[in-house]
């Protein structure tokens, strides 16, 4: 693993607190803890946008699969953290429940500590974000193109057909009248709990700070899931997958290693080497082993 002696870019205080995390998660399956999350496959293979960006399309490209995400104008593009988080929850408990409608709940309060966010308010407080990003993403379509010389397929994936939201973002702790609830879309629902990607919720609770290390954690827990033979991803293709915000292949490496050392100081198992090329990947255990995964069953 490539983190010894290459941690200077994160604090002591980011690294205590990673291994910290880290300890808890090794001392008990996630399963047994009642940690076993899910998360979209769709959204393995190519990412949200990790800043606010203009205009109701964004496109990130993964080899030979293109994903578009469309939002009303209105309400704009979801980005960031929050919307990963959310897919991730919406997707445990559509595995869970077997149920297109998701229960969010009385309180607004009582859903974010679910996801590990604070109650605070604000222009820039998670209890303003989160109402803004949910929107947001409950608007949102995505639309999954995949073409290659002989073939190609479009998957459309609408993320919500109905969401009550009764929360007050003014007043996060008080229970509302009628519980918040979320419908998947059949094409959604079908797409999530057909054959979705294993994850510690715990490990991104510990991730949440930093929308490219959730999606790095989940692609390489994905990836590792079926890598059979050593592999060098350029980081080229890399930065089509996850940081299309780069302009330059050189800064979205510098970026990329430095979010992956703290993905590795919780994912301890995966057996990556950044090197001049691209990104050295060995056959690794996944983060949550298949076995694990019991609600699938």
């Given amino acids: 693993m490539f983190l010894v002696g290459k941690m200077k870019e994160l604090s002591t205080k980011s690294i205590n607190a990673l291994?910290?995390?880290?300890?808890?998660i090794e001392s008990e399956q996630a399963q047994q803890a009642g940690a076993l999350g899910f998360m979209c496959r769709a959204l393995t293979q190519a990412t949200m946008p990790h800043s606010k960006k203009e205009g109701s399309e964004f496109t990130r490209r993964n080899g030979n699969l293109v994903l578009s995400i469309n939002s009303p104008s209105m309400l704009g593009l979801p980005y960031g953290s929050i919307p990963r988080l959310l897919v991730s929850w919406l997707t445990t408990e559509a595995v869970r429940t077997n149920q297109r409608e998701i229960v969010l709940g009385h309180s607004m309060s009582t859903f974010m500590d679910q996801l590990g966010l604070h109650r605070t308010g604000g222009k820039r407080g998670d209890i303003t974000r989160?109402?803004?990003q949910s929107l947001r993403l409950f608007a949102s379509t995505v639309v999954c193109i995949y073409t290659d010389e002989s073939k190609g397929a479009i998957k459309r994936l609408g993320v919500a057909e109905d969401a009550m939201i009764w929360w007050d973002p003014t007043q996060p702790n008080q229970s509302g009248l009628w519980e918040s609830t979320v419908v998947?879309?059949?094409?959604?629902?079908n797409?999530?709990?057909?054959?979705?990607?294993?994850?510690?919720?715990r490990a991104l609770k510990a991730l949440k700070s930093s929308s490219m290390a959730l999606d790095i954690y989940v692609w390489l827990t994905h990836r590792m899931s079926y890598l059979r033979q050593p592999t060098l991803?350029?980081?080229e293709a890399l930065k089509l997958q996850f940081g299309a915000d780069y302009k330059l292949t050189r800064q979205f490496k510098s970026a990329f290693i430095n979010h992956l050392r703290s993905v590795c100081c919780i994912y301890t198992e995966a057996k990556v080497e950044p090197q001049e090329a691209g990104l050295y990947l060995q056959p690794s255990p996944p983060h949550i082993a298949p076995k694990s995964n019991s609600l699938l069953e």
């Fill in 19 to 24: 291994v910290e995390e880290a300890l808890a």
């Fill in 130 to 132: 989160f109402r803004d």
């Fill in 184 to 189: 998947l879309t059949n094409e959604f629902f």
């Fill in 191 to 201: 797409e999530v709990t057909s054959s979705p990607v294993p994850i510690d919720m």
């Fill in 233 to 235: 991803i350029p980081w």
